[in-house]
Nanobody, 125 residues
């Protein structure tokens, strides 16, 4: 079992920044690929960013590329998401996720088998 706990999100104005973190516990003897997804009201949960075990390879949705940055600190079992130049359309519940059974398709929700409880990010215009 892997438990994932996201930090508190927040509310910002358009153009502002937020930082999210996700602390992993449980089966953390192995380091897993991690990702962030988000879900806006009435929409499907969508991929935001992912990072491989070592942190050397990252993946981003086109909608956030150049604005968001994913990173990790394996010594702290924590993954981070830096959100810059936020837009109202970034408003959503953000979830972190861990992939313990392979990482062939980093962009796909089905790749991840452990999920955090989600944290709200609200961007006002």
């Amino acid at each position: 079992q892997v438990q994932l706990v996201e930090s508190e999100g927040g509310s910002v104005q358009a153009g502002g920044s937020l930082s999210l973190s996700c602390a992993a516990s449980g089966r953390t003897g192995s380091t897993y690929p991690m990702a962030w997804f988000r879900q806006a009201p009435g929409k499907e949960r969508e991929f935001v960013a992912a990072i491989n075990r070592g942190g050397g390879t990252t993946y981003y949705a086109d909608s956030v590329k150049g604005r968001f940055s994913i990173s990790r600190d394996n010594a702290k079992n924590t993954v981070y998401l830096q959100l810059n130049s936020l837009k109202p359309e970034d408003t959503a519940v953000y979830y972190c996720a861990a992939a313990t059974n392979g990482f062939i398709w980093p962009y796909r929700r089905e790749t991840y088998d452990y999920w955090g409880q989600g944290t709200q990010v609200t961007v006002s215009s």
